[in-house]
């Protein structure tokens, strides 16, 4: 399949960047932040999002959605990243709408979709509970009790779990930390007894959760998949997600290249355009190249994704282990190259910095990705 958008998906990226280049650029977060709004996002925002039909990118027709795939979402998150716009797109429109489509009973489906769809609902995917992302190691219980299950442990790092209405939790109901079976997703409220939410604002501003849960009783009702099964249909949801971040990181990198370029053609230095040195210009070109690679392998694990999930792990792998080296060295170079006012918060070029760092970690850093990719070779 060629590397490049379809006319639709042109338009659909056309439009996004209409809504969110208008409606919420770097400012639109530098108000929320400087606010240090309870929420994290414009409720506004999403009611626009749902409206253009964009929270419904993922969900099927039958549900209320537009039944696309994942280079639309991933055209949406490339605007999201270029703007670092505050929302839930990632959370609920990919990571919970995947997961509900793709594992979800026909209730399930019926309850939790059309209300994605609308932006009524806001669900989180709470996955890592240690400080890397090591979805193999979770440790969380959930025990048979009665018709259902209780849960037990903790979770961090579940973007926008602060505020979500329903929440998709990875419990192990058998087996050890690293077994391949033995693991279930549960459809979860958080205002369940013994559910403790702590709002976490990252590095970058952006919101995220650590939630507790001791001995929360969940009926056979909530489980999303089979039971001890849920392994496979939580590595496709992740992987959904990892290329939709690896889409962010390349909107974000694209974007403090086209700034840092734009500040070498007006800052002057010795009576000359900063840009017209030829070192400056080498580095230049060195991330230019470096972006359209990532570019290209972000559409590919899009595209892997919506072609077969199942088989589109090493493709998501590569696209998110390079976009994490490469918007790492976008936004470094682009710190450097606008000097000592790169450091100050004056400048847009350090958010952009940090939200790189956070992406970066989300889902996978490089090294998590590269080292799987190497472990696969091996078989």
């Not at 930390?177 to 693991?183: H, I, T, Y």
């Not at 972000?298 to 999930?309: E, F, G, S, T």
Request: charged share 25%; proline share 2%; net charge neutral.
């Amino acid at each position: 399949m060629a590397l490049v958008l379809t006319e639709e998906q042109t338009m659909l990226r056309d439009s996004a960047r209409g809504l969110i280049g208008d409606k919420a650029p770097v400012a639109h977060f530098r108000k929320l932040r400087d606010e240090r709004d309870a929420t994290g996002f414009s409720r506004d925002l999403w009611k626009s999002f749902a409206e253009m039909g964009l929270a419904g990118l993922l969900v099927p027709e039958q549900f209320g959605g537009s039944g696309l795939g994942c280079v639309e979402a991933g055209v949406v998150m490339e605007e999201i990243g270029r703007n670092l716009t505050p929302s839930p797109f990632l959370s609920t429109a990919v990571l919970a709408a995947s997961a509900l489509a793709r594992g979800g009973s026909d209730a399930q489906k019926k309850t939790y979709l059309p209300k994605i769809a609308d932006g009524s609902l806001i669900a989180a995917l709470a996955v890592d509970e240690g400080a890397k992302h090591r979805p193999s190691r979770i440790a969380m219980t959930a025990t048979r009790a009665g018709n259902g299950f209780k849960l037990k442990g903790d979770k961090a790092l579940v973007v926008d779990g602060h505020v979500a209405d329903l929440l998709i939790v990875a419990a192990r109901s058998s087996g050890q930390p690293g077994d391949a079976d033995g693991l279930t997703l549960f459809l979860v409220d958080p205002k369940a007894k013994g559910v403790a939410v702590e709002r976490t604002v990252m590095v970058d501003a952006h919101n995220a959760a650590r939630i507790s849960f001791d001995n929360v009783e969940v009926n056979a009702d909530s489980v999303l998949g089979e039971v001890d099964r849920g392994g496979a249909l939580l590595e496709t949801v992740l992987n959904v997600g990892r290329a939709a971040a690896a889409a962010e990181m390349l909107g974000v990198a694209d974007e403090a290249f086209g700034r840092t370029v734009s500040y070498l053609k007006e800052r002057k230095q010795f009576g000359k355009l900063i840009g017209e040195f030829q070192a400056l210009q080498h580095r230049a070109a060195h991330l230019y190249t470096e972006i359209e690679i990532l570019r290209a392998a972000v559409l590919k694990a899009l595209q892997a994704v919506d072609a077969d999930p199942a088989q589109a792990r090493v493709a998501v792998a590569v696209a998110k282990a390079k976009a994490g080296t490469v918007t790492t060295l976008a936004v470094q170079e682009g710190v450097q190259m606008h000097g000592g006012m790169g450091m100050t918060d004056q400048f847009d070029i350090g958010l952009f910095m940090k939200r790189a760092r956070v992406l970066q970690e989300l889902l996978g850093d490089a090294n998590y990705h590269a080292e799987a990719l190497a472990e696969w070779k091996k078989y």
